[in-house]
């Protein structure tokens, strides 16, 4: 009897064993999935994880209600995607990584000569190309690289035109009484995409020379150190703002008449602020707690860019209505 006691309590502490390794195991889990999460907040773009996510939540929770159901109950994957294209940019995807990050800036003072910007990506190029060939070597032509300008408002474009797509197939599905929860996931992805490359555009950084020190003439005494840009967009936002902080400043969607000029404006806009980062930053408007000025321009840049985010969603859907345009015949050869 006194054997079996031995062995069933050996086997109870046996239990207790396993079942505190298992909690050691789960807990060491936890901890290292948190790791990851602030690192990957450390080393985001702009708006860092946190600015993106509001972005896309506050967006998404001010979808009209005239818009698909499914489309504004997701406001929790939307918000989860507004940092979706910075998780492309870890160095062990070499490919992804360099092919995509001037998407996420473009330098408007060095194509101030092009007015209006061409709307395709390719003849962007080509004028590109076309000024490179024209600039002396002394007066640095790689400047005009595609890579070195940015190509912002392209794909805010072409992610726009594939959500716009996207609907107009979950349309011809909804009247063929077909399937559409394919379609619904693909419309959800690219909207919460899209608000990534959106958010970029409102933060004054992303379209400028100026996008991390101040460069050339600098009358004013701005900071030429390289820690203005994470400074503004990552940690004064995580560590001062929160998504109810603007959300306010959103109003219901506008039709936009002609979505890739708007949006120009709009990184116009945003580049027409730059000094203004840089004389905040100068008061000490974004070190530890920051200053009403800083906090006022902040919420009302992500403001800004919810409020484009959702005019472009609203857009889509719209003119997703609209006959598509037959192809025209090939040309006689």
């Known amino acids: 009897m006194q054997f079996a006691r031995i062995a069933v309590l050996s086997q109870s502490r046996g239990k207790l064993s396993s079942?505190?390794?298992?909690?050691?195991?789960?807990?060491?889990?936890?901890?290292?999935?948190?790791?990851?999460?602030?690192?990957?907040?450390?080393?985001?773009?702009?708006?860092?994880?946190?600015?993106?996510?509001?972005?896309?939540?506050?967006?998404?929770?001010h979808i009209p209600i005239t818009m698909p159901?499914?489309?504004?109950?997701?406001?929790?994957?939307?918000?989860?995607?507004?940092?979706e294209p910075d998780r492309w940019r870890s160095p062990s995807e070499f490919a992804?990584?360099?092919a995509q990050e001037p998407d996420h800036f473009i330098d408007l003072e060095r194509v101030a000569w092009l007015d209006p910007l061409p709307p395709g990506r390719y003849e962007f190029y080509r004028k590109?190309?076309?000024k490179r060939a024209a600039t002396a070597s002394t007066d640095h032509p790689d400047d005009y690289l595609p890579e070195h300008v940015g190509l912002q408002p392209y794909i805010a474009m072409e992610v726009y035109g594939r959500l716009k797509a996207a609907f107009r197939e979950y349309r011809q599905r909804l009247a063929a009484h077909q399937p559409t929860a394919a379609v619904q996931q693909a419309i959800i992805f690219y909207a919460g995409w899209l608000g990534h490359y959106v958010g970029d555009g409102s933060q004054p950084l992303h379209t400028t020379i100026q996008y991390n020190g101040w460069v050339g003439p600098n009358p004013n005494g701005y900071t030429t150190g390289h820690g203005i840009h994470a400074q503004f967009e990552t940690a004064y936002v995580a560590a001062n703002i929160t998504a109810k902080d603007f959300a306010g400043l959103v109003k219901?969607?506008?039709?936009?008449?002609?979505?890739?000029?708007?949006?120009?404006?709009?990184?116009?806009?945003?580049n027409g602020m730059v000094e203004n980062v840089y004389a905040l930053e100068k008061a000490g408007g974004f070190t530890g707690k920051g200053s009403p000025a800083a906090f006022d321009f902040t919420t009302h840049r992500l403001a800004a860019a919810s409020q484009m985010l959702l005019d472009l969603w609203y857009t889509a859907w719209m003119d997703s209505a609209l006959p598509?345009?037959?192809?025209?015949?090939?040309?006689?050869k």
């Open 96 to 98: 992804l990584k360099n």
């Open 19 to 61: 079942t505190k390794t298992e909690r050691f195991r789960r807990g060491l889990v936890s901890m290292m999935l948190i790791g990851l999460v602030l690192l990957q907040s450390v080393g985001a773009g702009a708006w860092g994880n946190e600015g993106h996510t509001y972005i896309n939540r506050v967006a998404a929770e």
């Open 324 to 332: 598509v345009p037959e192809h025209a015949a090939p040309a006689a």
């Open 69 to 83: 159901r499914f489309f504004r109950s997701a406001v929790a994957e939307i918000a989860y995607l507004g940092p």
């Open 128 to 130: 590109l190309y076309e």
């Open 252 to 270: 219901s969607p506008e039709r936009l008449d002609d979505p890739f000029a708007r949006y120009v404006a709009y990184l116009r806009q945003s």
